[in-house]
């Protein structure tokens, strides 16, 4: 399977229902032979507001649903304690819809296969304001290879769209001092998105 293809293959799908449904019998890249099933994405109708990490851990991995173990604790406390909203008030999904084994860094040559699920995710979704966690997925979105730091604390406009980074969940809870910086550009992603700012 090409990557040509497989974009192909996901223009086709003309709803988020029908592309978790392609993705869910994909198999283009080695990451299908073991996984336990695919992550496609969580999030309702939301629309405003797109994280988007890096790829299924074990537990996400098990349930189907991405952010659900502790790094996905930590998102859930963002989400709710900080921006005041709900979880399907916002729509969470991964660069990589399989769980890379052992955790270990999803390869180039995976998401440039995934990647076609994950634009056409992008177009269906429509979000005001994406939110890429952690380097890679930063990496990944905007096209470029830099550290967090240098990503972070701005608006990126890419391709038309709002691009805020911030820091991956997984690694504040290596780094809690990196917590005040994540509130403010998830405040700064709240101003692009229209929401309301709150105090922290
Ligand atoms: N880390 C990620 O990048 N994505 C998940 O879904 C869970 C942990
Ligand atoms: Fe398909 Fe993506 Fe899973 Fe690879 S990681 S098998 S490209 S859904
Ligand atoms: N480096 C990363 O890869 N991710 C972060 O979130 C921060 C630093």
Known sequence: MS??????????????????????????????ATRT??????????????????????????????FVGRAGALLDDIITKGMGLRREE???????????????????????????????????????????????????????DAPLGRLRGKVHDHRGRKVVPTYHPAYLLRSPHEKRKTWEDIQLAMEVAGLPRRGA
Do not use: M
């Open 90 to 144: 916002v729509y969470i999904a991964n660069v990589v819809k399989c769980r890379p084994p052992e955790n270990r860094d999803p390869l180039p040559e995976e998401k440039a296969l995934c990647t076609a699920w994950l634009d056409r995710q992008i177009e269906l979704l429509d979000p005001t304001v994406i939110i890429p966690l952690g380097r890679h997925a930063a990496g990944h979105i905007l096209g470029v």
């Open 3 to 32: 990557p040509e293809r497989l974009a192909v293959q996901a223009k086709g799908a003309s709803s988020l229902e029908e592309l978790r449904a392609c993705v869910a019998e994909c198999t283009a890249c080695a990451l299908a």
């Open 37 to 66: 099933q695919t992550v496609f994405g969580d999030g309702g109708g939301a629309r405003r507001i797109l994280f988007v990490g890096e790829g299924p851990g074990e537990q996400e991995d098990r349930q189907g649903v991405p």
